[in-house]
């Protein structure tokens, strides 16, 4: 697997929830307490993506996730990490990261989760190896993020629209074909009571005060937030990186804590 994919990749313009980040704002007990050479960061998984959730679970009280090392680190973007392959700092030096347990996860992408800060998504392989959009098995990325213009935003909007748009033109073709729908196309979005999407007054708010990477949005599963410890995420974002954004100054997650309530 070469480093080109399994990762989150940074593509202006590329198409395809709520806030998160002010540590003042939430006070919720984490389901996850990830301990990094930095300090404890606090990690509520989503019951809405329970394939994920229970997977990330699953690794965490293994210990798979215990001495691995943020691999991946771009500034006003994210930290990722996850590849079992960085244990031996060596590696770090090895273009080619981007392995995982061995298999991936199917996606679980609902529209009510965007790329805020403070998210917590699992990577994947770019769209032309994976047109499914499954996860990684284990590679997890947190959004940092710059605050987003109200410019940007009706962007992400007008593009996802477009694409939803193409899939029900799709579905429109499946169901003509087969003989289920004699209506136009239009009159088939209007029989499925299709509407626009459109970031709420929130979710905006929170884009341009708090900041995030809306271009990611729809496209990777988001399974849940960091509840505590965003000033550790934060710290790790702002490490100088090499060519590869790779840390310069090796960064683990020495181990990662599962409450018995899991």
């Known amino acids: 697997m070469n480093s080109n994919s399994y990762f989150v990749f940074l593509i202006v313009g590329i198409i395809l929830g709520s806030g998160c980040g002010k540590e003042t704002q939430v006070a919720v007990e984490p389901d ?9 960061v606090g990690l509520q998984l989503y019951d809405e993506t329970p394939i994920h959730r229970d997977n990330f679970l699953k ?3 293994s210990g798979f996730y215990d001495s691995l090392m943020f691999h991946r680190v771009i500034y006003d973007f994210m930290i990722q990490a996850g590849d079992p392959r960085t244990r031996n700092e060596s590696t770090m030096q090895d273009t080619t990261l981007g392995d995982d347990p061995g298999y991936t996860l199917p996606a679980e992408i ?13 990577a994947r392989y770019p769209d032309d190896m994976n047109p499914e959009w499954r996860s990684s098995g284990s590679q997890f990325y947190i959004v940092t993020g710059a605050p987003a213009t109200s410019a940007r935003l009706d962007t992400m909007e007008m593009q ?3 694409v939803r748009k193409g899939r029900y033109f ?9 003989g289920e729908f004699s209506g136009t196309f239009d009159e088939y979005l209007k029989a499925e009571n ?3 999407y459109r970031y709420t007054p929130a979710q905006r708010n929170a884009y341009k005060n708090e900041g995030g990477a809306p271009w990611l949005d729809f496209q990777y599963t ?13 710290k790790i974002g702002k490490e100088g990186t090499d060519a590869y954004n790779r840390p310069v100054k090796p960064i683990r997650i020495l181990k ?5 309530t899991h």
């Open 32 to 40: 996850v307490i990830m301990v990094t050479d930095y300090g404890e």
């Open 59 to 61: 690794l965490a009280k």
């Open 110 to 122: 609902i529209e009510s989760f965007i790329h805020t800060r403070g998210k917590l998504a699992a």
């Open 160 to 162: 996802y629209n477009y």
């Open 170 to 178: 799709t579905d429109w073709q499946a169901v003509v074909g087969k």
């Open 194 to 196: 299709f509407e626009d």
């Open 222 to 234: 988001i399974f849940g937030e960091v509840v505590s410890g965003m000033n550790v995420v934060d």
């Open 256 to 260: 990662m804590i599962v409450p018995d």
